[in-house]
């Protein structure tokens, strides 16, 4: 910015991550989890993937595993695989449950910033109150076992028709 003799403005810089996450819910911003980096989610020294008997488990291994009993889970970073991982953040809505249920244990056990800062995660914008349409994205995970990132690779993007915009009026704009 001094190089452009322009101002840097940082209007979310500062601002407590709670209350960030909770500005993000109150104006309807809808954010859903893009890609994740599985060595910021995995305790120090254990290794991303789980033994099933000999074999390794694989993402679709994990399904029953996660599932309704997600939410119910306490020590659920410190017991988690990386098709754990996986599965209870890639692809999931950037949530107040999401974030109860996964991001605070994290934070606790892993030191995870809570919107992603230290490039935990990565977030797409799925809905907000100035889209004229939400997006529903299908997707497919992408992640080789050991590797340091996990993204999905979106197949379907589908526009979705919303109610009418309600007004929106962020601090100091008109």
């Keep these: 910015a001094a190089a452009a003799a322009m101002p840097l403005l940082r209007p979310l810089w500062g601002i407590e991550r709670l209350d960030m996450l909770g500005l993000i819910w109150q104006l309807g911003i809808r954010p859903k989890i893009s890609c994740i980096n599985m060595h910021k989610f995995q305790p120090l020294g254990a290794p991303l993937s789980q033994q099933k008997g000999d074999e390794q488990s694989t993402v679709a291994d994990v399904g029953a595993d996660v599932g309704a009993d997600a939410a119910k889970e306490t020590g659920l970073i410190a017991e988690t695989s990386g098709p754990q991982v996986l599965a209870r953040l890639l692809g999931k809505d950037l949530s107040e449950d999401l974030l109860q249920n996964v991001l605070l244990p994290a934070q606790k056990q892993l030191e995870v910033d809570l919107c992603g800062e ?57």
């Design 118 to 174: 230290g490039g935990e995660f990565h977030t797409m914008c799925v809905d907000g109150p100035t889209f004229q349409c939400a997006l529903e994205v299908d997707s497919d995970i992408s992640w080789d076992q050991g590797a340091e990132y996990a993204f999905l690779v979106p197949h379907t993007v589908r526009i979705v028709a919303k109610p009418a915009l309600a007004a929106v009026q962020v601090q100091g704009q008109p």
